[in-house]
């Protein structure tokens, strides 16, 4: 964990290479790395710090000042030789840009925090009635260059709108509805039919049905009873129509008859 450490008018390693640059109006692209070098190494040595943890951030940063202190006294080297063509100075410049950066960045939020304390917030207290208030509406200034004719676009617009809400394929849709048909009613229904007719056409039977479902009902009702051997069917040739012919001295089918479906 970093210990910040203020040394007169800076903060860190950094900071103090920042104030001697701004103190000497030193361009910080173009450090005369010998001179903030000696100069460095003179606060260092005037620092009184016990602290090493923080004095080890000094060093490191005047470590760095002496590498780039003694390879700036190298020869230099053409760019197709094999010395050191780049400056070594470039990644202290880096370093330090981007340390002014995030200062400058810190004095902003300073500043917002500065002024945000200055804000006071107040919930609104306006009464209920205050609030409820609704200017009254001025009906020459509403329809003021009101015409028929720019009524009746408004017209038109409001019937598009309604037209084009309906859905053009469930629109078209009707509503199914549950027909109640009941097996064992259909069954009593065509026993009491065939006692009265005795003999009676499968066709016509069926004609008095009114829905597919009716029919279904009618022809498992039919097969029921010659189950039951109370009717019996008899077809002369091939799809013609069908005979129902009523048993004879059959008992009544009442309430009590025992219908299973089993």
Do not use: W
């Amino acid at each position: 964990m970093s210990i910040p450490v203020k040394l007169d008018a800076f903060e860190g390693p950094l900071d103090l290479l920042l104030h001697l640059i701004e103190k000497n109006k030193i361009n910080i692209y173009d450090i005369p790395i010998v001179t903030i070098t000696d100069q460095y190494m003179e606060y260092i040595h005037a620092m009184q710090e016990k602290d090493m943890e923080v004095m080890s951030e000094f060093l490191v940063i005047a470590a760095m000042l002496l590498n780039i202190k003694s390879r700036m006294l190298l020869p230099k080297t053409d760019e197709d030789g094999d010395g050191e063509s780049e400056d070594p100075r470039t990644e202290l410049v880096e370093r330090l840009l981007e340390y002014k950066l995030y200062k400058y960045i810190s004095y902003e939020l300073k500043d917002k925090q500065f002024d945000a304390a200055k804000i006071l917030y107040k919930p609104p207290t306006i009464p209920d009635d205050v609030k409820a208030y609704e200017e009254p509406v001025d009906l020459d200034k509403l329809l003021d260059g009101l015409t028929l004719l720019k009524l009746k676009d408004v017209f038109n617009q409001v019937i598009r709108r309604q037209v084009e809400k309906i859905d053009p394929i469930r629109s078209k849709f009707g509503e199914i509805e549950k027909e109640e048909v009941n097996l064992v009613d259909k069954i009593r229904s065509i026993d009491d039919y065939g006692r009265t007719h005795k003999s009676f056409s499968f066709k016509k039977l069926l004609s008095s049905s009114s829905s597919k479902t009716d029919i279904i009902v009618t022809f498992l009702g039919i097969l029921e009873l010659i189950r039951m051997g109370r009717i019996s069917v008899c077809q002369n040739e091939l799809f013609d129509d069908i005979t129902i012919e009523y048993n004879e001295d059959q008992e009544n089918l009442d309430e009590n008859y025992d219908i299973s479906f089993d």
